[in-house]
T-cell receptor, first 112, second 119 residues
Framework: AQKVTQAQTEISVVEKEDVTLDCVYE???????LFWYKQPPSGELVFLIR??????QNEISGRYSWNFQKSTSSFNFTITASQVVDSAVYFC?????????FGSGTRLQVQP | DAGVIQSPRHEVTEMGQEVTLRCKPI?????LFWYRQTMMRGLELLIY????????DSGMPEDRFSAKMPNASFSTLKIQPSEPRDSAVYFC?????????????????FGPGTRLTVL
């Protein structure tokens, strides 16, 4: 079985603050992939990043960065200098033997 | 590219009626996924196809739900008879298949979703 836990249901920050969204996963597969998706208020799901279980190198893309730690089964997502446009629900997801399993999502509200 | 196309975008129906949701994947993608999103249960994978063949339908809630993919460019999700608890947003997604242990690990492109309301 595979499971993704996003313990933070909702986070509210003020613009320009940094914010980290937590993701913890469980799987028995030795090979798996982790994803983050963004769901803005308009409702569509937008792919942000994919990492495989053999690549623990952290990744930075503009204001976004991801910290993958296999030892703690975590794949956390940090937004630096948050902006109002970052307000959305963010989903962490895992694909192993079974296709994508999503976490329950974290709603991020960035106040101006 | 047009992206994943879903129709209708909104559907309101009465309990007991048949509902058919449609999806056109991105051209060239060989995997197609159906998801359901509700407040209570979040995003759930219902079924996915690879090369038009159903691979995993363990997420299909019950026999009232069925999905088909008659060709590489079209899929349907049917609910018959519909019930109020089926009200949700249904997403279709497509991707290029991966050869890793038969599991699709590539980025999935999602359609805009169909918001279904069953009265």
């Amino acid at each position: 079985a595979q499971k993704v836990t996003q313990a933070q249901t909702e986070i509210s920050v003020v613009e320009k603050e940094d914010v980290t969204l937590d993701c913890v996963y469980e799987t028995r597969d030795t090979t798996y992939y982790l994803f983050w998706y963004k769901q803005p208020p308009s409702g569509e799901l937008v792919f942000l990043i994919r990492r495989n279980s053999f690549d623990e190198q952290n990744e930075i893309s503009g204001r976004y960065s991801w910290n993958f730690q296999k030892s703690t089964s975590s794949f956390n997502f940090t937004i630096t200098a948050s902006q109002v446009v970052d307000s959305a629900v963010y989903f962490c997801a895992l694909a192993g033997r079974r296709a994508l399993t999503f976490g329950s999502g974290t709603r991020l509200q960035v106040q101006p | 590219d047009a992206g994943v196309i879903q129709s209708p975008r909104h559907e309101v129906t009465e309990m007991g009626q048949e509902v058919t949701l449609r999806c056109k994947p991105i051209s060239g993608h060989n995997s197609l996924f159906w998801y359901r999103q509700t407040m209570m249960r979040g995003l759930e994978l219902l079924i996915y196809f690879n090369n038009n063949v159903p691979i995993d339908d363990s997420g299909m809630p019950e026999d009232r739900f069925s999905a088909k993919m008659p060709n590489a460019s079209f899929s349907t999700l049917k609910i018959q008879p519909s019930e109020p608890r089926d009200s949700a947003v249904y997403f279709c997604a497509s991707s290029l298949g991966s050869s890793l242990a038969g599991v699709n690990n590539n980025e999935q492109f999602f359609g805009p979703g169909t918001r279904l309301t069953v009265l």
